[in-house]
Structure formats: C-alpha cells, structure tokens
C-alpha cells in the first residue's frame, strides 16, 4: 500500500505513523519526524511548517485533533501514492542517522497508580494481613506528580542513586548510599496535545494524542524510607525514560477494549460504561535481551480516560505536551507483573535468569528494556517501540 | 542615595532591587524589570540585551552569580549616579502601569516540608496521641513534588476546586463537590538560576538566585481522602501563587541567621555547621486586610540550603527558573501558625474575625494575602511584596 520498501514483520507500517523529534546531520535545528519502517519522514522538510522545527511536539499538539487528523491524512497520502514519491523520499532519513530527542515539553508529569494487580501486590508486600489496597483505590485513580525535569528519552543512562537508605539503625545516621534496591516500572505513558479544563472521560480523544512507553525507575529503599507522608521523592526523581515515538491514539481503534468490570459504582465524573478506553497493549520487559515479564496492559483497572477526568476535575488545566502514566503494569501471574519489586517479592525470592545468574534487584550494567505491540487497523500488529536504559555506577 | 524618588518607608530601596517579569503597553514582547520605589526599570530598554525581552527569568538567571552580580551592580550604578539619570529614566514605568506575569518558567516544582510547629501541629490532629513527628522528619527535609503548570502569580483568582470530599458515608459513592476545606499556606519560596547536579550546601548561593513569597493554596477534604499512599495531588494541584518580585540573595545578607539546633546528627551532605542558610523573614498573613498572623521564618528547621542538597542527591540536576518552597511556615504559638488548618484546628475550633464572622476555612470572597519583610543591608527592613488571591465559587 505505501511505496516505502518495509522490513519484514516491521511495526511501523502505514497504519501506526507516530510523531518523535530527531536531529540529523545537516538539517538544521530539531525536528519533526514521522517514523515508517525503518525510516524517519522529516516533518519539516516536506510541509514547510516551522511547527514542525521545534525541540518538542507541544508546538504541532496545541493545534488539536483537527490538525492531528489533517497532517496524518496528508501523510498517509504523500507515504502510498506514488505521484508524490518524488518529492516525499529525498526526505526519508534512515532512523539509525538521526538522534532522537524527548518528544515532548513535559511541563506536567503525572503517574498513576492504576494496575489493580500491582497496588494489591504491593500491599501484600508492604502491609500484609491487611487489605492490600488502600480504602481509595476503588474510588479514584490515585496518582502523584514527578519530576517533569528528569523525564527523559530511551537510552539515557540509569546513574545510579545515592540517597538515605532507611531509618539509622541503632539511633544514629541513616545509612548512605548508592541505592541497593533499584528496580523499573513498566508503564504506558499518555501525551497531551490539546490544552484542556475540566475534561470528561468523553473529551479523552479530543486533547490526548497519542501513546507511548514509559520505565519510572525506582529506587525501593530511599522511596520507602521517605514517602510517608508525601510520597515519593527522591527513590523516583532521578530518571523516568520514555520511547521517542508516540503513536497517535488514530493508530489503536483496533486495540481499544472494554476496561475489568467495576467492583463499585463510580462518581459520574468517572463513569466511562459508553465508550471506554481499555488498551490492549501487550507489554514485554527484557532485562540484558532475555523476557523476564510479558504485563498486559488490558486489564488495568483505571484507564486513561478516567486519569485525564481525574486529574482535571479540580480546576487544574492539561497543557499541551504534558505527560501522564499508568503506574507499573501487572497481570494475573507472575510472568505477567512489571517490576523486580513484585517478581521478587522485595528481594525474598531471586528472579533466576536463564544464564544462571540471579536478581532480586537492578546490577550496574543491567539493561532494562520494555516494548509493546497492539492490534492495528490493518490487521496485523503496531509496533510503540521501546523504552530501554543501562545501569551506570553510583557517581 | 539613589536618585528616583522613594515613597516614605518603601521596602524596595536600593538595597532591594528584585526581578520580575511584565508586559507594558508600548513595549513589545515581555521585559524583565526591577522594583526601585513604586517604579519598574525596563531591563531590556536600559541593557539592550535579548535575555531580557522573555517571559521568564530563566534566560537571564541561566548565565549565573557571576552575571547576577554585574547587573546588580550595574544598576546600582545607574539608579545612584546622577550621570546616569537622563538616559536611565526614561525606562521607569510605574508599577501600576504594567502587568506583572509568573516570573521564571518552573520547569520544577518541589514543596518540602520543613517548619517543625507545623509538621508537630499537622502530626498532632491527624494522628493524635502517637509521636507527631514521623519517624524519617529529622533525618531529611521531607517534600514533594507539585503541579509547575498551575503555579502562578499574585492576584490570580482561586476558583473554588471541586473533587471527592472523604470516604462514602454508606459504602456507596464518595460525597463530590466544591471543597469545603479551602486553605491557604503561608511559605516562602526559593528561585534556582545556574542549574547544577549533585549541589553541596555550600553550593546554595552560587545556584539559587533569589527569594519569593508562596501560597500553596489546598483544599484539606481532598487531600486528606487522597494522600494515602502517594501524598498531595487534586488538594494542592489547582493553584500555587507567588509572588511577582524575586529578591536576589544578595539582598539578604542581613537577614542570616543560624537556624533552630539540630536535635539529631545529620549525614555529612546536610551538615551545614560552617556557613548555614536560616533567613530572618518575617511574614504577615492577612484575611480580608486584617492581620490573622505573623509566621517567622527564622525559625524553620531545616533550611533552603539542605533542601537544595537534598532534592539533588540523588542525581537530579536542578534547572534554571525551578521553584522550590519550605512548606507552610509555623512559629510557637497561635499567633504565628501558617494555615486555617492549624490556626481553627481542623475546624474545631473557628477563628474569630475583628469584624465578629469567623472562620474555619475560607469562602467565596476573602482574601488571602501574605507579605514578609527581612533586614535590609543599609539598616531599615526589605520588603520581599506579597502574594494575594480571592477565592471564588466553585466552576
């Protein structure tokens, strides 16, 4: 259908057409690209927008979903017509020449906490003979805000933290240190493109456009040693990583699922029983190449739409380029949960890898790498990339 | 000593000279100016120089203390010398005929937590009878991060938010609505200039440009129903207000003091025996234009400079125009608690009003504003301005 030449089993396909800012050698400043295989369609080069030469989506995003739907029309047209392959290909730069940025401003970073699997496994971890979720949970998706400075883009370098690593032991300091308990999250993200107050669960697919991938790296020890009663800080601020290419919400009709039914009645604010946003997005965490966990994102219990509503009912506006993610992803089984945390039980039960060695929590050098795949409107699957980082020593 | 003429008892004297961000007719794009008397000095008119015709500080503060101090001194020197005057003074705008914006850009919002009367009085009525501190308070500076997108400058209108008041009453839905625990909280905020990785206390004055006035506006229904186990969200993500004048530290000098004796040691990166950063702010809390009361900042515990070393540690670089604040401010005795949380007790106990209303939290139509001055460095006090909203009903 496209005249670009696609690699075998590509999930980067007419049908998916996500946005990702890159630079290249002899263009100048950011850009705007649009991936297709193993290429990178420069944004800026084929429409003349200066929207599209900025460090961020956020400039293109504001415009809203008109636009989102236009440019992705246009491109679709320009990528399988070939009366435009003349003018469009000089503009196709394979992805291994470009450099590929965080694709957005992020003046906002929120995480949720929405995989019923995760928080109840964390409970029974943290809290256990008590019910493992806290009295909220079924009311409201309960989220916090990050650090939008330190969001960054797929291979950044995990440094290591130091920081305080529990109460003193004996009265005096604190132990000190790089942290020993450094684990990642397996999440969806959510991008903002139009601005918005007071949004409902309805207004979802008009102000966010797209998907993409995120690790929220965490450091267990100083997290748990300092997150009452404020929550996390420091055992999170250090690193969270998300893919370059956010795939629009256009590309996952075929991936939307009815959400797990609700235990409780929900505030009319929440109620989604029209047209809800469950995902179905298979995740899967390699850890140095070999699959430790496979988290399916369908059965997470608060969508996206419900987050959005959510976050917004008190006033707060969305801005555009702004960030919001699921919190760690957990299925039913083991195989299935999205943290070492949880695969082994804070560290009581090593994770035995097939080269023999173990893991309770993350080694210098390890590489954490997560990527998932979802049904696509042509059949076959899309690709959302991956998120991937490797543990560098303690500075 | 400076030639513009200065309304008897002003607090921005020569020795004052904070930066702020505003929009005046006839001038195009935004300007960085500085307060002298009741005047504006258009930094971009009277420099000459790109930094200054932006919407945040940032661009200016990036260059660091060094550039700090040059501008310092030279407008020092321009508002002294009599020389100077002609060319100077035409680029003094009243300070009624301009538009004072958010002055740095926030791309980071942390509050931390660090008045010790105020986290004992919190600890007191949410969890009577046990220690009121919690057990990490004096081995960290506690904080979070907030929502950078809904901070914003005095005079901002505080839209009543709405959102899940408490648990169901019944087992059914949650009661929802317009708070009816508006609070605000008086605090004092610090403005990072030079960004800066893995910063010592020593480091403080070489990274943090100025001072401003906080009001970290919260509504006490929802954050008490929300904050278990992530901490703040929906209860404080509406609205932060600060105030439009940044006070460079250079202006403070006079104002160091030690701070409170630490009853723990501290881990080698809090120590801050040698050269430590206490501030004798004093601060003024009216309602309605009558004084409720007075917090002193001189008596926070943990100060600035530990924050700063703090919320760095980890590894997570400070940025230019990021914001960070003390938590509310709290002294001794009634007189100077810094929230209608303390000050009514939760509600148990109203404040009685000189008009003979009272109040346990706010309404629809007061007034917050809170205002602080410091010793200036030629004698008399500095004023660091205010930050003032009205609260109105609920959208």
Sequence with gaps: MTWVELPEGTGFGIDNLPLGVFLARGRVGFRHG???????????????????????????????????????????????????????EPHLIPVDDV??????????????????????????????????????????????????????????????PCGQLGAPDDGGLPPFGPTRKLDF????????????????????????????????????????????PLGPMLGKSFLTSMSPWVVPLAALEAARVAPPERETELLPYLRDDGDPWGLDLA??????????SRPPFRGTYWTAAQQLAHLTVNGAPALAGELFASGTVSGATRAEWGSLLELS?????????????????????????????????????????EVTGTVQPAR
Tied chains: 1, 2.
């Design 99 to 160: 450099q590929l940025h965080r694709p957005i401003g992020v003046p906002n970073y929120v995480d949720f906490y929405s995989s019923r699997q995760h928080a109840e496994n964390v409970g029974r971890l943290f809290r256990p003979g008590t019910d493992p979720l806290p009295p909220n949970w079924l009311h409201l998706p309960i989220g916090y805000h990050g650090r939008p400075g330190t969001v960054d883009v797929s291979g950044t370098p995990v440094v290591r």
């Design 283 to 292: 995740l899967e965490v390699r850890l140095n190449g070999e699959v430790i």
């Design 345 to 385: 039980a804070n560290g009581a039960e090593p994770l035995r890898l097939g080269d023999g060695s173990t893991r309770t929590f993350l080694e210098d050098g390890d590489t954490v790498t997560i990527s998932a795949t979802a049904p696509g409107v042509n059949g076959g699957r899309i690709s959302l990339g």
């Design 185 to 228: 999250e397996a999440e969806v993200g959510f991008v903002v493109g139009a601005p918005g107050e007071r949004l409902t669960v309805a207004d979802f697919p008009e102000h966010v456009f797209g998907v993409c991938l995120v690790n929220d790296w965490s450091a267990r020890d100083l997290q748990a040693w300092e997150y009452v």
């Design 34 to 88: 649009v991936r297709i295989g193993d290429l990178v369609l420069d944004l800026f080069e084929t429409t003349g927008e200066r929207v599209h030469q900025t460090g961020a989506l956020d400039s293109f995003l504001i415009a809203g979903p008109g636009a989102w739907r236009d440019r992705r029309e246009q491109v679709t047209e320009w990528l399988t017509e070939e009366r435009h392959r003349a003018r469009v």
